[in-house]
């Protein structure tokens, strides 16, 4: 059984859906790529697992580690899940933490509570933690400000803070938005260090498809509040199905080569409120038929361990090539 | 360090000379002192002498003067009405006022933010709406008639407690219920006001995220962070401390400050009303550079801007 | 710099410290975020900032926009000096220079709804009628790749690459002369950044606008820029071609900085840099680099380097070693183009 | 009239608490506004063979629904007039002390220095009087006026609102949307009137709602003192200031305004807290 | 024998009195303290050479003096009593009274320094003493400059009160003096806190022999409310100053009874003269003919207080004019004087203190709505203070309210030192009558009773009814609440008795 599955995962802000039926399994030690369109959803999923949104959302669907429902579950189950089995980097760092506590505090807590580190040992561990993280002279910045670290340094405290309670699970938003490359190589390597050394598993949520595809090991890609793809990360990146991942990949800026126009997908996301009745893409997509605003599809197996959300996508043999044509038989299935 | 305090003590200086002025000219111009104190059936001549002998004959400016000139040597006059020590006369009413203020700041404090919490995690809840009316209630209803009720059914029905004087520490304890419960109702809606606006901010969910349990998250991450209006609040309450509570010490016959200060204004007894009010003033100004201190703990941003460090 | 003209923007040696103070007796020290930069924009030119996290990027942004006074130096924006904070001329000014922050939830204020928030500079300056405004707002929205449902949105209620984009549309509603982007893109998903980074250009193009370009993602700094500069420790250390610089480092940390950058679907090798991470509380003698420069030489450490073109090919660099000043102590590491 | 419908539906989601302290406070306003039209006496005519007669309530006669006092003058009368008066004074107070003060505390926060000194100074000066010789000094130098009297009660609460609010545009200032609005090239009236004001709001109307009823309270002590609205005049805080001896002989001659009193701050409150409420989006 | 001492103290019983002031002056020494609330406590712990039977007919006794006999118009040989002691134990001698007569309590120019507020005092209450003259052990002889038909009750005043020249010369200063007088009345001064509580303690060598309580203490309460209470509560067993509407209240439970009422000290309504609508007599007469006084008694005082034939009383003897009436209510006439004096709605100012007479508020509203309804413009302005009522010019000051007492079988005294020339408001230009004036120096120097009387009848009559200075309202009344089982009576003025002949309980 999966550490950890999320199954037919929706939230609603009021009557617009922001995730609209997830399933996901993270296995323990694996590390999963979370990409996709802003806002599609990839936080939200995050926060309603461990319980985290406003009171606001309503949440339904099921959220199992090692089997036990924690969505929904009582404080008292919930909080040492929290922080203890899986950690969570948020995206806003600057704003995620407090601003009148000290950092070498708020890393300290996370100790004290998983790992009831106190005292002296909590402080030399605090710096060991920031020194791990790339922070110069970390035996003084604990007792930094917020306020007083730029931008990257503040991410590295968050990510501090959630390896200090040595999850088992690790979700990490957008990591390594505000750090150099090498700052960033430097906390990837540490990342995947963590993994093989302790089985922590990664969930990485990133744009940076260049992270994901040297980190994971698998990636789901997100579209308006649904998994549309999922694949080792060797393969999404040979063989994209979904268009949308085909989009993603075509939009990237390139580190050489003459400087042409960058290709972004055209159109916007459908509004939450407001979803299309079939494949929420189609709007979108140049390949798009008639049956695309009629369908909803819902994802297939290609291979093995690759799915797509997409009537179109079609298997194919892991060392071949698609072929060009559609199979009947796949748009069938998708029709159930 | 010195030249914050240089300043600190610069401006208490100004604002205790502006209040000694001010009190001053309001006294000597409101109503003459020999009048009141020699009372309406006194002969003129009486009044007369009386003037002349607490140099009230003399011109404002020249009174004003000659008061400053005592203050700086230390000497802040003598009651007019009996001629005792001003400071003195004071200085022995504090300890009987503080014997009602401090248990009512501590019982503000110790129910009012605790109430104000509580109402805030369980916003528009049962209990959340029952505190605040209570808290509203507490507020609005005017302490005498609070002191009377608890007078009416806690001494002459009940006879448990006395209803009035200094006997023992029995007596206190309805005046400092009364105060109590006005001061910890004020203190219950800010602090509620406050804490609402900080427990949507993302580092709370930061902090949820941790693990903390609720209550951690609160008392260590929350409060702190909603503090200011509240500390704002306790630094008033702090300095109102050795003012004592006028209606409150006159309905449980309690002689603290502020009977002395409304018999003395009364009586226009100038050197005590100083006395008081330079008191009031330096508490005021004690509490400030604790409420800054306290300022610049809470939230570290408060402290000096980050000035930059000009080489 | 084109004949005639001066350059949108220039920065001359500006320097900034802070001090910070350890608990509520501790001595104060002095944190030298930026520490000596001159750079220039002309109009229509994209300068990139890269450089390591905590190097003094955001700081250079706030002191060449003139909102944080710097503690020497000076800026000159179109040929006049930048005006102090708050005065009515340096309130002027801001239509015609913005910045998108790094942080977008910080710079966003939560109790207003974000298309009142875009449409504020606009309320401002003055600029338009009511309807115009509105008009405007929804242009740029879209723009930007916002839906309209996202007008009456707070911050709090949109993802986080949705209030980046806000904080975007703000800054380019007034189409200001000079934008400085610190970090921009980084919460987009690629094809929104494709979006974001074709408006930047159009923009550039059509309204001449002066752009200083603070990221970390190399690829969009390359697409966008004109010229690049490197930053390690509060200084520049190379400023030429971003082409020149990404495919030929001639700084040892640019060299490091290049090779770690990541690549969809290969893993490949990198230098991952050596030693302690930089401190700007306590800046290393001579060459800032040299702790962690795996070429270092006895020079390095005692001598700083001085930011000039390089004999060969002109390019601007800081290192004695790539001046041929000093001899490399060691083989540079192999650094792979792509 | 979409505006109006939502209204109407914004109405229809108010909870039933906040519909009743609205109600409660329409009806005080309608009360203070038609005073003259409504009260059933003039509310100084005296009846001294009917002191003290009894509220229907309590048994007495439909003639003085509230009763009299211990001048035989009707209660319910006097009770109107002194919710015009107490309203006038309450209202007038309240947003007297609260601009004075959140323009000082704003004036304080944004220009810090000297100025900031300055405004500080004040406020302690302020909070060092007490407010009886503040009392003494207005009234002893400029008479009983009531436009004066109002802007005197205002005084009262100013320091408070001048502190919470430089404590918290200070904290304010250092968020980053303030940086950001100001970069923007925004006046310091847009900055402090336009986002710092929203953001510091609740605790603002906190305030306004707690110094509403202090307001009245601090008429009926200086009133008690002979420096408040005098007699024949009459006010909320008045009449339970004289009435108090009556509390237990004649306990409705106190107890009517006593109750208007506290009805209407908790009304005030009830509708300051949901206000603040509704002006918080984080929360919901 | 201090256990003996102890056993005989613990079976007399120890009162707590619940007072609204203890001290207007915050002394004890009658030559500061002037005002009503002194008189309720200066009796229990000094005494005068003669004493008022205070709850009798107010008749001058035998006090500190056991006899006295007047040698001429000027001088009196009074005889003191043998075997008084002070509280400090000294025994009584003609040089303590001759001292507490003398220059270093009340004229100055002996060793001590005196107040000079204090000489003023003393000069008021014996404005011709010359000096006492001490002829023995145990008798004096007093000296006046002038014929003064009162002399010998002037002995009585509280001023008067007999100290220990010992203790007065080892006190620090006049002022130290003054909070702690050592007298020789039944109790003696155990603590005294200002504002607060002045606690006395039996005075077991008093020469009347050991007091009946063990311990008086008052306690200051200034809310009625809380004093009623403190009664209630058992923490008290008197409540002074009760408000006539409060009657009922107390007396509702069985166990309290409420005593007193009128007192030999008199409201009335005093005229500015020199005010200029006043300065018309018929003005004021339209004043005096539209005040209700029985409606206010009736009304404000239950009926339990009484309306005076002017100001005079009972026991002024055949000085009372029997036949004098007051201004009788009648608003027509009132109206019908306005007109006369072609009076059209120029305001008067009232000025009112906030209850410094018992119901002065609400006494001052009716008659304000009285004057109002005859179509006098009538301000009312609450003031705080003695000081502000006398503030201004004399279009600033009207109306304002004043109370008399006497204490003595003789109009002069209160009359003429009220309002004749040496009187304040003779002096203050607020009124002053020619004819009245000569009158009084002749009711004051006269010694021809008969001519005495005609005199009096007449300036009563000028000042109140031709050329009023003032509107007799009521005669005040003091009321006191107090346990049920105490026999105690209380007197005809402020004073409290607490003598042997006043107590069982
Ligand atoms: N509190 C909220 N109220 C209403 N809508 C919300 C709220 N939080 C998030 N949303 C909406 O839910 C959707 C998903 O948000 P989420 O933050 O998960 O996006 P994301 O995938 O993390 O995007 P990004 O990459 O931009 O961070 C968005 O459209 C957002 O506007
Ligand atoms: N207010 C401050 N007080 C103290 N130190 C500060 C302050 N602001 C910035 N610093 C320090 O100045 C240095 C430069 O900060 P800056 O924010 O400019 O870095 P940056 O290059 O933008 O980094 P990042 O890429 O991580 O955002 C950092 O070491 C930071 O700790
Ligand atoms: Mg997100
Ligand atoms: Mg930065």
Redo the contacts with the bound molecule.
């Keep these: 059984m999966a550490f950890v599955e999320i199954r037919n995962l929706s939230v609603a802000?009021?009557r617009?859906p922001?995730l609209r039926g997830i399933n996901l399994a993270v296995e323990r030690g694996e590390a999963v790529g979370l990409v996709?369109?802003?806002?599609?959803?990839?936080?939200?999923?995050w926060?309603a697992a461990l319980g985290l949104?406003?009171a606001?959302?309503t949440v339904r669907g099921s959220v199992l580690i090692d089997g036990t429902e924690i969505l929904g579950a009582p404080k008292a189950r919930l909080e040492p899940v929290r922080g203890g089995r899986i950690a969570m980097i948020f995206?806003d760092p600057a704003a995620s933490l407090n601003p009148v506590h000290r950092i070498g505090r708020q890393i300290g807590e996370a100790l004290g509570l998983h790992r009831g580190m106190t005292g002296q040992r909590a402080k030399a561990e605090v710096i060991r933690l920031l020194d791990q993280v790339g922070i110069p002279d970390a035996k003084n910045r604990i007792n930094a400000y917020p306020h007083e670290l730029s931008g990257g340094q503040n991410q590295r405290v968050m990510i501090a803070m959630a390896l200090a309670g040595e999850p088992e699970l690790l979700v990490a938003?957008?990591p390594t938005t505000a750090l150099d490359v090498t700052i960033q190589a430097q906390i990837l390597d540490l990342l995947t260090t963590l993994r093989r050394d302790t089985g922590m598993a990664l969930v990485l949520?990133s744009?940076d498809l260049g992270v994901v595809s040297e980190t994971c090991s698998r990636i789901a890609v997100?579209y308006a509040?649904r998994i549309v793809e999922e694949a080792p990360s060797g393969q999404i990146f040979t063989h994209p199905n979904h268009p949308y991942t085909r989009g993603l990949m075509g939009a990237l800026p390139p580190l050489s080569g003459a400087r042409r126009r960058l290709v972004a997908i055209p159109g916007s996301v459908p509004e939450?409120a407001h979803m299309p009745q079939g494949c929420a893409f189609a709007p979108r997509c140049n390949a798009a038929t008639d049956r695309c605003a009629e369908v909803d599809p819902v994802p297939l197996p290609l291979t093995q361990d690759h799915s797509a959300a997409c009537i179109h996508a079609r298997p194919y043999h892991q060392a071949g090539h698609p072929s060009h044509h559609h199979a009947a038989t796949t748009r069938e299935r998708a029709m159930q | 360090m010195l030249h914050y305090l240089l300043s600190r003590l610069l401006r208490a200086a100004v604002s205790i000379i502006m209040v000694v002025t001010f009190v001053f000219v309001v006294l000597r111009m409101s109503g003459d002192p020999a009048m009141v104190i020699m009372g309406a059936d006194a002969p003129p001549e009486a009044i007369d002498a009386f003037r002349k002998s607490w140099g009230l004959d003399q011109p404002l400016w020249v009174q004003y003067f000659s008061f400053f000139e005592a203050i700086f040597s230390g000497e802040l006059g003598r009651s007019m009405r009996d001629g005792r020590d001003a400071m003195a006369v004071v200085l022995e009413r504090v300890p009987s006022t503080l014997a009602l203020t401090v248990p009512a700041f501590l019982v503000n404090l110790i129910v009012g933010v605790p109430a104000g919490v509580y109402a805030a995690l369980h916003r528009n809840s049962l209990i959340d709406r029952c505190v605040m009316v209570m808290a509203v209630t507490g507020f609005a209803v005017p302490s005498f008639i609070l002191a009377m009720l608890l007078v009416l059914i806690l001494s002459v029905n009940l006879g448990w407690l006395p209803s009035a004087g200094q006997d023992s520490w029995l007596n206190a304890i309805l005046p400092i219920a009364t105060m109590g419960f006005g001061g910890a109702a004020l203190l219950a809606r800010f602090t509620r006001s406050a804490m609402l606006e900080v427990l949507g901010q993302p580092y709370i969910r930061t902090a949820s995220a941790k693990g903390l349990p609720w209550s951690a998250v609160v008392w260590r991450h929350a409060l702190q962070n909603a503090a200011i209006p509240t500390i704002t609040i306790i630094g008033f309450m702090l300095g109102g401390l050795v003012a004592g509570a006028v209606v409150v010490e006159s309905v449980f016959s309690w002689p603290g400050v502020g009977r002395l200060l409304v018999i003395s204004v009364a009586n226009r007894d100038l050197a005590i009303v100083q006395a008081i009010v330079l008191m009031i003033a330096i508490t005021m100004v004690a509490a400030n550079m604790i409420v800054d201190v306290l300022y610049g703990l809470v939230d570290p941003r408060m402290h000096g801007q980050a000035r930059p460090a000009r080489r | 710099m084109s004949a005639g003209t001066a350059d949108l923007l220039e920065a001359r040696d500006l320097a900034r410290s802070y001090t910070v103070r350890r608990g509520l007796l501790g001595r104060p020290t002095a944190v030298r975020a930026v520490d000596g930069i001159s750079l220039r924009v002309a109009r229509g030119e994209t300068l990139g900032l890269v450089g390591e996290s905590g190097c003094g990027k955001s700081t250079t942004a706030r002191l060449v926009l003139g909102i944080e006074p710097p503690d020497t130096g000076s800026v000159i924006f179109d040929g006049n000096a930048m005006p102090p904070s708050g005065t009515a001329a340096w309130a002027n000014l801001r239509r015609r220079m913005q910045m998108v922050y790094q942080d977008p939830l910080a710079a966003l204020d939560r109790r207003l709804a974000v298309g009142v928030q875009i449409a504020e500079p606009l309320d401002i300056h003055r600029i338009g009628t009511a309807a115009e405004r509105e008009e405007r707002v929804a242009a740029v929205m879209a723009e930007v790749g916002l839906q309209p449902h996202?007008v009456a949105?707070h911050p709090?209620?949109?993802?986080?690459?949705?209030r980046?984009r806000a904080v975007i549309a703000r800054a380019l509603v007034t189409n200001p002369d000079l934008l400085v982007c610190d970090e921009p893109i980084s919460?987009?998903?690629v094809s929104i950044q494709a979006l974001v980074l074709n408006l930047l250009s159009d923009l550039q193009e059509r309204l001449k606008m002066g752009m200083l370009f603070v990221s970390h993602d190399l690829r969009a700094v390359r697409q966008i820029s004109q010229r690049v500069a490197v930053m390690y420790l509060g200084r520049i250390v190379e400023e030429g071609d971003p082409d020149a610089v990404l495919h030929e480092p001639a700084h040892p940390y640019t060299q490091a900085l290049v090779s770690a950058i990541p690549h969809p679907g290969k893993t490949t090798s990198r230098v991952i840099l050596q030693g302690d991470p930089p401190n700007p509380a306590n800046r290393p003698t001579g060459c800032a680099f040299h702790p962690r420069c795996p070429v270092a030489t006895a020079t390095c450490r005692t001598e700083t380097p001085e930011l000039k073109p390089r004999r060969s090919d002109g390019r601007r660099v800081a290192c004695h070693i790539a001046h041929g000043e000093a001899a490399a102590a060691r083989a540079p590491a192999l650094l792979e183009t792509c | 009239m979409a505006r109006l419908r939502s209204l109407l539906e914004r109405l229809n989601r108010m909870p039933i608490l906040i519909t009743i302290a609205v109600l409660w406070l329409v009806l005080m306003l309608a009360i203070a506004v038609s005073a003259d039209l409504i009260s059933p006496y003039r509310f100084t005519q005296m009846d001294l063979r009917n002191r003290l007669s009894l509220p229907v309530f309590m048994g007495g006669s439909w003639s003085h629904v509230l009763g009299t006092d211990e001048l035989g003058r009707d209660v319910l009368s006097r009770l109107i007039t002194s919710i015009r008066m107490s309203l006038l004074i309450a209202f007038g107070a309240t947003i007297i002390g609260a601009v004075i003060g959140v323009t000082l505390g704003f004036v304080a926060a944004h220009f810090r220095g000297i100025v900031e000194q300055a405004v500080l100074a004040l406020v302690d000066f302020s909070a060092a009087i007490p407010f009886l010789v503040l009392a003494l000094a207005v009234l002893a130098f400029f008479g009983n006026s009531l436009v004066l009297f109002v802007c005197l009660l205002g005084f009262h609460a100013w320091e408070r609102y001048a502190r919470i609010a430089r404590g918290l545009a200070i904290s304010g200032r250092m968020h980053g949307y303030a940086a950001a609005v100001h970069q923007l090239g925004a006046s310091p009236w847009r900055l402090y009137g336009r986002h710092i004001l929203p953001n510091i709001a609740s605790t603002l109307i906190v305030s306004m709602t707690l110094a509403f009823p202090e307001i009245i309270l601090l008429e009926s002590g200086l009133s008690f003192l002979g420096l408040g609205i005098q007699p024949p005049g009459t006010s909320l805080g008045n009449m339970v200031g004289f009435g108090r001896e009556y509390l237990s002989s004649a306990p409705w001659i106190m107890l009517a305004p006593a109750f208007v009193i506290t009805a209407t701050a908790l009304c005030v409150s009830l509708l300051g807290d949901w206000l603040r409420d509704r002006l918080d989006p984080t929360l919901s | 024998m201090p256990r003996f001492a102890a056993a005989q103290s613990a079976d007399r019983p120890a009162v707590t009195v619940a007072v609204q002031r203890i001290s207007t002056s915050n002394t004890l020494e009658m030559l500061t303290e002037q005002s009503n609330v002194g008189a309720r406590i200066y009796t229990s712990y000094a005494e005068t050479l003669l004493g008022n039977d205070w709850i009798g007919d107010m008749s001058l006794q035998p006090q500190l003096a056991t006899g006295w006999k007047r040698l001429d118009d000027r001088t009196v040989d009074v005889d003191l009593r043998e075997g008084v002691k002070f509280h400090n134990g000294d025994v009584m001698t003609a040089e303590d009274v001759a001292f507490s007569y003398g220059p270093d309590r009340m004229w100055g120019g002996g060793s001590v320094e005196v107040p000079d507020n204090v000489k003023a005092v003393a000069r008021q209450a014996l404005p011709a003493f010359e000096r006492i003259e001490v002829l023995g052990p145990h008798k004096v002889r007093l000296h006046n400059a002038s014929i003064d038909p009162v002399l010998e009750g002037r002995l009585s005043a509280s001023i008067g009160m007999i100290v220990s020249k010992r203790a007065f010369l080892e006190a620090k200063s006049w002022m130290d003096w003054a909070r702690q007088p050592v007298t020789t009345g039944p109790y003696s001064v155990a603590e005294y806190k200002p504002d607060s509580v002045l606690t006395l303690a039996a005075f077991d060598d008093h020469w009347e022999g050991r007091p009946p309580l063990r311990q008086i203490r008052f306690v200051e309460t200034p809310e009625t409310a809380s004093r009623i209470n403190l009664l209630r509560s058992g923490g008290a067993d008197f409540a002074c100053d009760i408000p006539p509407d409060q009657i009922a209240t107390v007396e509702a439970d069985k166990r309290f009874k409420v005593v007193g009422g009128p007192i030999n000290n008199t409201r009335y309504t005093v005229f500015n003269k020199s005010h200029p609508v006043l300065a018309n007599p018929l003005v004021r007469q339209a004043l005096t003919h539209s005040v209700d006084r029985e409606l206010i008694v009736e009304s404000l005082w239950s009926g339990r207080t009484e309306v005076p034939r002017g100001l005079q009383w009972t026991f002024y003897g055949d000085f009372y004019i029997a036949d004098h009436e007051n201004p009788a209510y009648d608003p027509d006439k009132a109206r019908a004087l306005l007109r006369k004096a072609g009076y059209n709605g120029e305001p008067i100012p009232y000025r009112v203190l906030n209850d410094y007479y018992t119901a002065q508020t609400a006494t001052a509203q009716i008659n304000t709505e009285n004057w109002r309804s005859i179509g006098l413009n009538i301000k009312l302005q609450m003031v705080e203070n003695w000081g502000q009522i006398s503030e201004g010019g004399p279009e600033t000051r009207g109306i304002h309210d004043w109370s008399a007492a006497a204490s003595l079988p003789d109009p002069y005294v209160q009359m003429s030192g009220s309002w004749g020339p040496a009187g304040s408001p003779w002096r203050n230009n607020q009124w002053r009558n020619e004819e009245f004036g000569n009158l009084s120096k002749e009711l004051g120097s006269s010694t021809d009773r008969a001519r005495r009387i005609a005199v009096w009848r007449r300036m009563l009559q000028i000042i109140e009814i031709e050329d009023p200075a003032y509107v007799v309202l009521h005669r005040n009344a003091s009321f006191t609440a107090k346990r049920a089982d105490i026999k105690w009576v209380p007197s005809q003025s402020f004073v409290m008795d607490f003598r042997r002949h006043n107590w069982s309980a």
């Design positions: 802000f009021g617009s922001a996709g369109e802003s806002g599609c959803g990839k936080s939200v999923t926060l949104l406003p606001s959302a995206q938003d957008e949520i744009h997100m509040g939450a | 996202h949105r709090q209620s949109l993802s986080g690459g949705q980046q919460a987009l998903d």
